[in-house]
T-cell receptor, first 118, second 110 residues
Framework: EAGVVQSPRYKIIEKKQPVAFWCNPI?????LYWYRQNLGQGPELLIR????????DSQLPKDRFSAERLKGVDSTLKIQPAELGDSAVYLC????????????????FGPGTRLTVL | GDSVTQMEGPVTLSEEACLTI???????????LFWYVQYPGEGLQLLLK?????DKGSNKGFEATYRKETTSFHLEKGSVQVSDSAVYFC?????????FGRGTSLIVHP
């Protein structure tokens, strides 16, 4: 079974440029998460989807960040414009929840996209 | 809000030494607790979990016990191997928002 796929693995851009990250979760997983991981820190949740609905986006900086999961499968996270402080690893994870709002169980993580903003 | 505190790293050990990585948490409810491991160049993967007080999670020789009275979930292994070198993350979920610790780097020398 294929794991969570993310692309690109690495991205270097200049500040004020836009950037997009793509994630394809494990087949059948209805819940998808985007995290940001700064150097030496643990992952911090940006947004969580249950199917195509964003059920928790309180940590997403909405002035410059946006995300979508149009068909409840793959997802895109966008930053426009990027700032120097956005340099981090962006992780995507997925899980299967039997019931809406179920306390989360095991998450499966992708390898992440390392973003460097110059 | 919820939080997870784990010991600072790196933890450097010789092969076959005993390992303990401390983790304590703060949560308003009754969370599930997890340890994830991240090997170099790879994504995080679940190592073990416990969903209620006094549960013991175990996998690959690692174990951790959910201690509600001390709000702790320390990771232990009796004899580490070079292949255990990685970053270990303690995490909790108390509905909806998972919270991760900062991670503890483990380096095991032959």
């Amino acid at each position: 079974e294929a794991g969570v796929v993310q692309s690109p693995r690495y991205k270097i851009i200049e500040k004020k440029q836009p950037v997009a990250f793509w994630c394809n979760p494990i087949s059948g997983h209805n819940t998808l998460y985007w995290y940001r991981q700064n150097l030496g820190q643990g992952p911090e949740l940006l947004i969580r989807y249950e199917n195509e609905e964003a059920v928790d986006d309180s940590q997403l900086p909405k002035d410059r960040f946006s995300a979508e999961r149009l068909k409840g499968v793959d997802s895109t996270l966008k930053i426009q414009p990027a700032e120097l402080g956005d340099s981090a690893v962006y992780l995507c994870a997925s899980s299967y929840s039997r019931l809406a709002g179920e306390r989360f169980d095991e998450q499966f993580f992708g390898p992440g996209t390392r973003l460097t903003v110059l | 809000g919820d939080s997870v505190t784990q010991m600072e790293g790196p933890v450097t050990l010789s092969e076959e030494a005993c390992l303990t990585i401390n983790c304590t948490y703060t949560a308003t409810g009754y969370p599930s607790l997890f340890w994830y491991v991240q090997y170099p160049g790879e994504g995080l993967q679940l190592l073990l979990k416990a969903t209620k007080a006094d549960d013991k999670g175990s996998n690959k020789g690692f174990e951790a016990t959910y201690r509600k009275e001390t709000t702790s979930f320390h990771l232990e292994k009796g004899s580490v191997q070079v292949s255990d070198s990685a970053v270990y993350f303690c995490a909790l979920s108390d509905y909806y928002i998972p919270t991760f610790g900062r991670g503890t780097s483990l380096i095991v020398h032959p």
